[in-house]
């Protein structure tokens, strides 16, 4: 028998795979999708059997022996191999790290592995014999109807009997898996849909589309929706997998989901344990759960017959992988791991859909439903803009008069506040502490971001670049500055504002530890706080019922991140946490501080209008030629010598000109962290309508350099973020 086996070296020279024999001792024991460990030159590396050969199907010259079989189960079932195919031909990245990328550490091809199985320790009946001592009586009467009693139990009686009875055979020891996470049912709660929910539903199971978006407002009552389609998956004996876009969110769904399902959930995600991803990856691929919650990896999870995959608050750019290979799409991965199973669906939803999904939706390539009221007919909350341009004389810390007293109102109501301050890439660019002016590239219309190494300002799109003046070209005020503020400033601003306040902070750094995002959750909707600050994070997806105010402290800062997408981000961002005011009983009001109150990102948000917001941004996205218009190739080229760098990317650039005659070509130009750990970056973008040659040329591109010891190439598709 020969195999063919994918080494665990992510490297473009060595992505195939490679043929061993098997020793007559294994043979037994081989199957496609199991990992083994074979010697590799001088190494010995671990890796998984993507083929099974006949001995005459190679010419089987001096095959090597395969060493050791790894697994007994088998880890990369036909699915996922199909699918991690699919990853490489759309990413273009190695097969190897498409692997790597859909599996929890433990199940990664890799030489050492720590993450172990836990076990607990059971006893089984042997020989009873006649006579026994009252405690013994006490222990074997344990066993009344039951096969395995747990030593706890056991010893809880004598733990002295015990030992007596394991040595005289009458109790034998039996270790029994055991998984580290369990969900408890803490109340069952059944909602009847209403019309609308209930509309979408039927409209969904009987139709034969493939992908669905749900355009659904702030509190429309989505995830009901979502479990409604689940239920009835699992009922013809499917499974399902709900992806969210952040870990905060998933206590929320997993609580929801266990109200409904009880253990029939399992849940990946990157505030899990090691061990705890394992032990779920196993309950899965055993089918003991058939719902899968979780972050974009989730996506991979073992599940068989797969009916249903829900992707929740779409928009979300946490779905594309930006930040190390393979950098894929999940939910392009979704839409094909949905072809791989018969009659499967892909739910997107949202309440501010991805511009590029609504305009799929439009043209009929999603299906697109819409919820356009809350469940409980609550109005959307009235959102008050207020001009900072104007109010910039009379602010107390960042806190406009308005802001301010709304927050000791309801705080003396005992209703509660959530305030935001999205901090993303404040220091990287500089504005105008008077007017708010920000600098942008003549070309694209991008913020300009600020370098430090250079102390100029730069478009990471084109390369275009100014000096730094301190005078603001708009007020003519010295005001110019790179300064933000963060969360914590504004945590102390308000504790000095408002005496006895009772504040949580949720950002990067509260977050860190596990169970953290659980907690803070936790302790504001038990009123143990009244205000709720933190960054991007509060935004989405939470649902408190008390909360009736929504501040804004800056609006601006996610409007100046220098991406094409920022009106977007902001809008949906804007919307997102507005909708976490006014959910239940009581209205509730939004207040957004902006020094750019006319634009159009953030007159439509006041009016609660996506369809109006849309069609704006769609104008500017054709004449500025952006995606969904033109797609995207991110190529960064990185190096430890700047000079080389620069001169292999403009080398790159200039083929690609050469080659690909329909697509616009920018850069090359410093990437927004041009120097990082010492190692320089530009980037080159490919916009493109149509494919024609593009793959060629890319994966010749990627030939030439695979052997290049000096400059490293990264390919991202579509990028999320730049
Ligand atoms: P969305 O995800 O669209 O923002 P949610 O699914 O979080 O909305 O629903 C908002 C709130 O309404 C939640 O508290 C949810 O429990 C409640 N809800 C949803 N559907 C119903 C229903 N049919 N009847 C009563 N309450 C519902
Ligand atoms: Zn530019």
Not at 331 to 360: F, H, Q
Not at 458 to 483: K, Q
Request: overall charge positive.
């Amino acid at each position: 028998m020969i195999v063919g086996v994918l080494v665990e070296l992510s490297n473009k020279n060595i992505d195939k795979q490679y043929f061993y024999s098997v020793p007559e001792s294994l043979i037994k024991d081989i199957k496609v999708g199991i990992r083994v460990i074979v010697p590799f030159g001088y190494q010995k590396l671990e890796g998984f059997i993507v083929e099974i050969k006949d001995k005459n199907e190679i010419e089987d010259i001096d095959l090597k022996e395969i060493i050791k079989i790894v697994d007994s189960d088998i880890i990369l079932n036909n699915e996922l191999l199909k699918l991690g195919k699919i990853m490489q031909e759309k990413t273009l990245s190695t097969l190897i790290s498409c692997y790597q990328a859909m599996l929890p550490k433990a199940l990664k091809a890799q030489k050492k592995t720590s993450i172990a199985k836990k076990f607990d320790t059971y006893y089984r009946l042997g020989n009873i014999p006649a006579k026994l001592n009252a405690p013994q009586t006490k222990i074997i009467n344990l066993f009344n109807n039951k096969e395995l009693v747990s030593r706890k139990e056991i010893i809880s009686i004598s733990s002295s009997s015990l030992k007596t009875l394991e040595s005289k055979n009458i109790l034998i020891k039996e270790k029994k898996e055991h998984y580290r996470l369990k969900y408890n049912k803490t109340l069952e709660r059944k909602y009847t849909l209403t019309v609308e929910q209930q509309k979408i539903v039927d409209e969904i199971n009987k139709s034969n589309d493939l992908i669905y978006l749900i355009h659904g407002v702030t509190g429309s009552g989505k995830t009901e929706v979502y479990m409604e389609l689940i239920e009835g998956v699992l009922k013809q004996d499917k499974t399902a997998i709900v992806l969210v876009p952040e870990i905060s969110l998933t206590p929320q769904m997993i609580r929801r989901f266990t109200e409904k399902f009880g253990d029939n959930i399992a849940a990946i995600h990157s505030a899990l344990s090691e061990g705890e991803k394992y032990d779920e990856w196993r309950k899965i691929a055993r089918g003991e759960a058939k719902i899968v919650i979780g972050a974009r990896s989730a996506l991979f999870a073992p599940v068989k017959n797969l009916g249903l995959i829900v992707i929740d608050e779409e928009h979300s750019d946490t779905y594309k992988q930006d930040d190390s290979n393979p950098r894929y799409d999940a939910k392009e991965m979704a839409i094909e791991r949905c072809k791989l199973n018969s009659s499967c669906k892909v739910i997107l939803g949202s309440a501010t859909p991805a511009l590029d999904s609504y305009a799929k939706a439009k043209k009929g390539i999603y299906h697109l439903l819409t919820l356009s009221n809350r469940v409980n007919k609550r109005p959307l909350p009235n959102i008050e803009i207020i001009d900072m341009n104007e109010e910039i004389k009379n602010i107390k810390g960042h806190f406009s008069d308005k802001l301010l007293s709304k927050i000791k109102e309801k705080i003396e109501k005992h209703e509660q506040v959530i305030l935001l301050l999205n901090r993303r890439g404040y220091s990287s660019y500089i504005s105008c502490k008077n007017c708010g002016y920000v600098f942008k590239c003549p070309n694209c219309d991008i913020t300009l971001t600020y370098h430090k190494y250079t102390n100029n300002l730069r478009c990471h799109y084109c390369g275009y670049a100014e000096n730094i003046v301190t005078i603001c070209p708009s007020c003519r005020e010295n005001a110019i500055s790179s300064l933000g503020v963060g969360t914590e400033k504004i945590e102390e601003e308000l504790f000095s504002l408002i005496p006895d306040v009772k504040i949580v902070r949720m950002d990067f750094d509260t977050t860190t530890k596990k169970g953290s995002h659980e907690k803070i959750i936790k302790d504001f909707r038990d009123h143990k706080y009244d205000i709720l600050l933190g960054t991007q994070i509060v935004a989405k997806g939470l649902d408190f019922e008390d909360v009736t105010l929504v501040g804004v402290i800056n609006a601006d800062t996610s409007l100046n991140i220098p991406d094409f997408r920022s009106s977007e981000t902001t809008f949906s961002l804007l919307s997102q946490v507005a909708g976490r005011s006014g959910r239940s009983r009581k209205e509730g009001e939004v207040v957004l501080q902006t020094f750019n109150k006319n634009h159009y990102a953030i007159t439509h948000v006041k009016k609660h209008d996506y369809l109006g917001f849309y069609n704006d941004e769609m104008i500017i996205r054709r004449n500025l030629k952006y995606p969904p218009f033109y797609y995207i190739v991110y190529i960064r080229v990185s190096s430890k010598d700047n000079n080389i760098c620069y001169k292999e990317a403009l080398k790159i650039k200039k083929s690609l000109e050469k080659y690909l005659n329909e697509a616009i070509i920018l850069g090359p130009s410093a990437a927004s962290l041009f120097k990082l750990n010492n190692i320089y970056r530009y980037g080159i973008i490919i916009k493109y309508k149509r494919q024609d040659n593009l793959i060629d040329i890319l994966n010749k591109m990627i030939d030439v350099y695979k052997s290049n010891r000096k400059v490293v190439i990264d390919l991202n598709f579509n990028p999320g973020h730049f």
